[in-house]
């Protein structure tokens, strides 16, 4: 896990702001888990601290080009 400062200084963003959405195009892999296929919406940070957005499941993974994964599965 990074620090404040080193998330800070890999992102450009301020901790509390940093967004799949904000982060350099290509700089990170986005992964997202399984089980918000569950869901319609989501809630995600828009990229400013304390600004989240509410957009829709398939229009996240299509912006920011998530893989979908298994991250929280059972054991």
Do not use: C, K, N, Y
Not at 8 to 18: M, S
Not at 37 to 55: K, M, Y
Request: aromatic share 2%.
């Amino acid at each position: 896990m990074a620090t404040q400062r080193e998330a800070e200084a890999l992102t450009g963003l301020q901790v509390g702001g940093i967004s799949a959405l904000a982060v350099r195009p290509g700089a990170f892999e986005v992964l997202l888990d399984a089980s918000a296929r569950a869901r319609e919406r989501v809630h995600v940070s828009a990229g400013v601290r304390g600004v989240d957005l509410e957009l829709a499941v398939a229009d996240l993974i299509t912006v920011t080009g998530a893989r979908v994964v298994d991250a929280v599965g059972a054991g």
